[in-house]
């Protein structure tokens, strides 16, 4: 399993963009990339997943360069509500993607 | 997205009874189901994988006599806490794949354990 590398904490204010970066040197070929956000108390929530260059949804946008050693989530315009932990995590989906939980980010977003 | 319940989202028990979390996957089948617990600000730890039809795989250093887990169909995993201690609460949380899309996990909203 790939080990990810994340910041442990980011500070933001309301309306800026967010980028957080995972890296991951050991990816291996079938390995897609997750990312999940959490609030306090509540399940991970899906946020969005890629496998190489660009992937966007309504809510973030995932980078992810050519080497795929790292990738980057983008989220537009942050509110107070997104104050949360991200999690990037690395796995091959059709071999059972048995999920190991790095340290994740801590993001928040000040008035 | 996929949509993962899990029963009940707190319990209190007292020291030495046992208490059973129940995990479904409500729009979907989950041929794998996932185990975590988390202790507060820390991230969340694997426990076991379970397998609907067979035995669950543990994690190094878990316990399987202490926590079962039943796979017992498509929809249902269980996790039973036997005889639980103080040190034992925690946030339970379980995940599902959908089987059909091989796509990522979903989450359940988690299950607060607080043992007396």
């Known amino acids: 399993l790939a080990k990810t590398t994340q910041p442990i904490s980011m500070d933001s204010y309301e309306g800026q963009e967010v980028n957080i970066t995972c890296s991951h040197n050991?990816?291996?070929?079938?390995?897609?990339i997750t990312w999940y956000q959490q609030f306090p108390s509540q399940g991970p929530r899906f946020i969005i997943q890629g496998y190489k260059t660009k992937v966007t949804n309504e809510v973030a946008s995932l980078f992810i360069p050519a080497d795929r050693k790292s990738s980057t989530l983008s989220l537009p315009r942050v509110s107070l509500s997104d104050t949360a932990v991200y999690y990037c995590l690395v796995g091959d989906l059709g071999g059972g993607f048995k999920t190991i939980f790095g340290a994740g980010t801590r993001l928040f977003v000040k008035a | 997205g996929a949509v993962v319940s899990q029963h009940p989202s707190r319990v209190i028990c007292k020291s030495g009874t046992s208490v059973k979390i129940e995990c479904r996957s409500l729009d979907f089948q989950a041929t794998t189901m996932f185990w975590y617990r988390q202790f507060p600000k820390k991230s969340l730890m694997l426990m076991a994988t379970?397998?609907?039809?067979?035995?669950?795989?543990?994690e190094q250093g878990v316990e399987k006599d202490k926590f079962l887990i039943n796979h017992a169909s498509l929809t249902l995993s269980t996790l039973t806490v036997t005889s639980a201690h103080p040190e034992d609460s925690s946030f339970y949380i379980c995940?599902?794949?959908?089987?059909?899309?091989?796509?990522?996990?979903?989450f359940g909203p988690g299950t607060r354990l607080l043992v007396l």
């Open positions: 379970s397998n609907e039809g067979s035995k669950a795989t543990y």
């Open positions: 995940s599902a794949r959908d089987t059909s899309r091989q796509e990522t996990q979903y």
């Open positions: 050991n990816i291996a070929t079938n390995d897609y």
